[in-house]
């Protein structure tokens, strides 16, 4: 059963740190792009990352260049969002998923986790 697993969310405040991982089952990830999207209430979702399979190539929103960056661990199976300077905006559920290439949105995508929530807030 292929399946993916996100964890890592919780409860932060503005200007800290954050890591989400994004735990594949059932497939490798040096075979599939991941990309992580997030939900924010009364807002549409949003793709934030992707990574390509080989891992060479990183696709970041503008909304978190500079302080986001991605990391895939091909032994774990895993891909780890990393997030600093952290906003309230940044607010939300984030989704990882798998497919063969990035695209820009998450309906585009095989298969998905069921999603972690972050919230930045003092």
């Known amino acids: 059963q292929l399946q993916l697993v996100e964890s890592g969310g919780g409860l932060v405040q503005p200007g800290g740190r954050l890591r989400l991982t994004c735990t594949a089952s059932g497939f490798t990830v040096d075979r599939y792009a991941i990309g992580w999207f997030r939900q924010a209430p009364g807002k549409e979702r949003e793709g934030v990352s992707c990574?390509?399979?080989?891992?060479?190539?990183?696709t970041l929103a503008d909304s978190v260049k500079g302080r986001f960056t991605v990391s895939k661990d091909n032994a774990k199976n895993t891909v780890t969002l990393h997030m600093s300077r952290l906003k309230p905006d940044d607010t939300g559920l984030y989704f990882c998923g798998a497919r063969n290439v990035c695209r820009p949105r998450m309906d585009e995508y095989d298969y998905w986790g069921q999603g972690t929530q972050v919230t930045v807030s003092s």
């Open positions: 990574v390509s399979s080989s891992g060479d190539d990183l």
